[in-house]
């Protein structure tokens, strides 16, 4: 079983910057991939970036290729997602997520945990 918990979330001017975290528990945590997503209102929830926990192969979504980084540290069972140079399109709901099937992460396929959510807000 493992559990994620979202933080650092919050309310930032374009161009601004934020950092996520997700703290993971339980003890096979090191054997899985995560990743993060977002839900907008009114739109589904998209990929927003994953990270295989074997390959450390890190896919990001086109929409925040170069703006945002995936990370991870193994010893505190965090997971961060540093976001830069913030749009207003950026604003949404951002879950953390874990698997132990990376392609289950950027495929959108069954993932096996979730977070509860961390909101993002852009002001233009």
């Known amino acids: 079983q493992v559990q994620l918990v979202e933080s650092g979330g919050g309310l930032v001017q374009a161009g601004g910057s934020l950092r996520l975290s997700c703290v993971a528990s339980?003890?096979?945590?090191?054997?899985?991939?995560v990743g993060w997503f977002r839900q907008a209102p009114g739109k589904e929830r998209e990929f927003v970036a994953a990270?295989?926990?074997?390959?450390?192969?890190?896919n990001y979504a086109d929409s925040v290729k170069g703006r945002f980084t995936i990370s991870r540290d193994g010893a505190k069972k965090t997971v961060y997602l540093q976001m830069n140079s913030l749009k207003p399109e950026d604003t949404a709901l951002y879950y953390c997520a874990a698997d132990p099937l990376y392609r289950n992460l950027i495929t959108t396929g069954p993932i096996s945990y979730w977070g509860q959510g961390t909101q993002v807000t852009v002001s233009s």
């Open positions: 339980g003890r096979t945590f090191s054997s899985y991939s």
């Open positions: 990270k295989n926990w074997d390959t450390l192969t890190i």
